[in-house]
Nanobody
Framework: QVQLVESGGGLVQAGGSLRLSCAAS????????LGWFRQAPGKEREFVGG????????YYEDSVKGRFTISRDNAKSTVDLQMNSLKPEDTAIYYC????????????WGQGTQVTVSS
């Protein structure tokens, strides 16, 4: 499995931007599909978006489409989540995750980074 560590969370005002980054260890980073999830207080963890192994395909949860962008750099073993036009309802702990096969489950998870959006 790949080890994942997120960074870049913080406090931002509504309408602002944050960029989260997730660094991975392991030599096979490019073989993993990657995703971002979030969990708000009192709510279940939800999918935010994902990116294919080669970075050609990205997909997003409806509420973040047009505001969030996922990118990856396989040479650096990183995956980023650019978040623009943030809303208070985006407040959550954000996790990056990896899966070994396109149809498989996300089996590797980071520890999470807190994002707080003030109104």
């Amino acid at each position: 499995q790949v080890q994942l560590v997120e960074s870049g969370g913080g406090l931002v005002q509504a309408g602002g931007s944050l960029r989260l980054s997730c660094a991975a260890s392991g030599r096979t980073f490019s073989s993993y599909g990657l995703g971002w999830f979030r969990q708000a207080p009192g709510k279940e963890r939800e999918f935010v978006g994902g990116i294919s192994r080669n970075g050609d395909n990205m997909y997003y949860e409806d509420s973040v489409k047009g505001r969030f962008t996922i990118s990856r750099d396989n040479a650096k073993s990183t995956v980023d989540l650019q978040m623009n036009s943030l809303k208070p309802e985006d407040t959550a702990i954000y996790y990056c995750a990896a899966k070994a096969t396109p149809d498989g489950a996300f089996g590797s998870w980071g520890q999470g980074t807190q994002v707080t959006v003030s109104s």
